[in-house]
């Protein structure tokens, strides 16, 4: 099984770490037991303060941390050739980022402003096409990119709105994405993962009530934790999953098969 993982050693950037319930947190613990060299990608100073703490409580150690914001071509392009200049090889990448303005969830989806439109989707879909790019050069041993996703990209969920375009457009990026990347071996999936509780979901209204539908309806019966979404990252980055690319793969407690 330990061939398999093959994880030890493998360079891997991790990218949305804001605080300890993170799903990128959740992956980094995963990827931790497994031995990867952790890298990781920061926005802000506050989240940069974040993580160093977490690195310290935790007692993990980075193998590098870069500044990079999606929103910037070249805030992209430095981060990765930073990494790639340090490590040399890169062998996966966890995008676990989203961003929309939080008036752009509330109220009703006809509402969208083209300009909160474009963000969502410049932040939370195309980052995911220009971050391939950007690590592409690096990845020369093959390897997998990863990203988070949700429901709300293919059903109406009460909230979601422009997020779930963007998640729709994440999703679609990602299938085209497999065919350039497949070329040198790498691999692009997504997760759709269950809701849980974290800073990006605070912006989400009603997310108490999705959190609830999940315990009442999913065949599990009870809500998903970022360490199950953090395996599953895992599996997909490892040798394990060799063979799948272009997948959404669900880690929601089976809700989206429930009627
Ligand atoms: P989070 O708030 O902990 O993480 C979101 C991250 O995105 C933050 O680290 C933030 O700094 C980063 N980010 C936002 N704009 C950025 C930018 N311009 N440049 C670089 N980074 C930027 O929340 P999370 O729930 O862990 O979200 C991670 C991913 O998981 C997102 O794609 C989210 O949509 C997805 N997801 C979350 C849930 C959930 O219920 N929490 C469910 C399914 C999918």
Known sequence: MEDLLQLKGKNIVIMGVANERSIAWGITKSLQKAGANLIFTYRLERSLGKLTQLLEKYDFSATHIAQ????????????????????????????????????????????????????????????????????????????????????????????????????????????????????????????????????????????????????EKAPLKKNVTQEEVGDMTLALLSNLSRGVTGEVIYVDSGYNIVG
């Not at 990448?93 to 008036?103: C, L, N, Q, T």
């Not at 963000?119 to 990203?147: I, N, R, W």
């Open 68 to 215: 990079c914001d999606v929103n910037s071509d070249e805030s992209i392009h430095n981060a990765f050739n930073e990494i790639g200049e340090k490590v040399g090889v890169i062998h996966g990448v966890v995008h676990s980022v989203a961003f929309a303005h939080a008036e752009d969830l509330k109220g009703d989806f006809v509402d969208t402003s083209r300009e909160g439109f474009a963000f969502a989707a410049d932040t939370s879909a195309y980052s995911l096409v220009a971050v391939s790019k950007a690590a592409k050069p690096f990845m020369t041993e093959g390897g997998s990119v990863v990203t988070m996703s949700y429901l709300g990209a293919e059903r109406v969920v009460p909230g979601y709105n422009v997020m779930g375009v963007a998640k729709a457009a994440l999703e679609a990026s990602m299938r085209y994405l497999t065919v350039d990347m497949g070329a040198q071996n790498v691999r692009v999936n997504a997760i759709s993962a269950g809701p849980i509780r974290t800073l990006a979901a605070k912006g989400v209204p009603g997310f108490n009530d999705i959190l609830k539908t999940i315990e």
